[in-house]
């Protein structure tokens, strides 16, 4: 059982930058391989970003590659998302989830747990 709590979301003019932290209890958090799911009201919840376990391997949806970044700590039992050069249609709810599994990380349905979300508004 994990449970994941999400933390950094806010208000932020375009052009800014955040950085999500998601907080995993349990002792096993270095088994799960992690990603952020983002969804914005009247759309689907869309993938973000996912990391290996080992934290060795990262994956990007196409749109975000260069802007995004995502990176673990196990020690902390903490994934992080740092969100640059935001846009307004980067506004949405944040999610982080967790998979024992390590394929295909941008489908959501293969995620056991999921955080409550934090809001990142992105406005000028």
């Known amino acids: 059982q994990v449970q994941l709590v999400e933390s950094g979301g806010g208000l932020v003019q375009p052009g800014g930058s955040l950085r999500l932290s998601c907080a995993a209890s349990g002792r096993t958090f270095s088994s799960y391989a992690m990603g952020w799911f983002r969804q914005a009201p009247g759309k689907e919840r869309e993938f973000v970003a996912g990391?290996?376990?080992?934290?060795?391997?990262?994956y990007y949806a196409d749109s975000l590659k260069g802007r995004f970044t995502i990176s673990r700590g196990n020690a902390k039992n903490t994934v992080y998302l740092q969100m640059n050069s935001l846009k307004p249609e980067d506004t949405a709810v944040y999610y982080c989830?967790?998979?024992?599994?390590?394929?295909?990380?941008?489908?959501?349905?293969?995620?056991?747990?999921w955080g409550q979300g934090t809001q990142v508004t992105v406005s000028s």
């Open positions: 990391i290996s376990w080992s934290g060795g391997s990262t």
């Open positions: 989830a967790a998979t024992l599994s390590n394929r295909d990380l941008s489908r959501a349905v293969g995620y056991a747990y």
